[in-house]
């Protein structure tokens, strides 16, 4: 919870062990979702929630956040034309797990979903 807001953080995730390469930007990750969550989703609201879920899926591993926050509008556009340092960074450690990124927000449901495999992917040529 935020001692200014009721903010509340729900989480349900596997007992997983990541190898270092993929741990560090997927740490980096999560936090920089939640902390971009906090900062702009509930700017005009006094209360909310947060929630993370992270697993295997298939072959794969899907990591999941959501918020019931403002939302933000025209995505598409603000994410390739005025797009903040937050998303940049989100977008950079995203390539780095080799993920696939899917954002979706509208008023009271924002969604944060990054499917990333641990197995070795060669690079691009």
Excluded: W
Aim: charged share 25%; glycine share 8%.
């Amino acid at each position: 919870k935020s001692p200014d807001k009721e903010i509340n953080i729900i989480h349900n995730c596997d007992k997983i062990s990541f190898p270092i390469e993929k741990a560090i930007p997927l740490g980096l990750l999560i936090n920089e979702v939640i902390v971009n969550s906090y900062k702009h989703a509930f700017k005009e609201l006094n209360e909310g929630t947060v929630s993370l879920s992270l697993g295997k899926s298939g072959n794969d591993y899907l990591l999941v956040i959501k918020d019931n926050g403002v939302g933000f509008s025209n995505l598409e556009n603000s994410s390739k034309n005025s797009e903040s340092l937050g998303m940049k960074l989100i977008k950079t450690l995203s390539r780095q797990l080799r993920g696939k990124l899917d954002l979706q927000s509208e008023y009271g449901d924002t969604s944060f979903k990054l499917r990333f495999s641990l197995k070795k992917q060669p690079k691009d040529s």
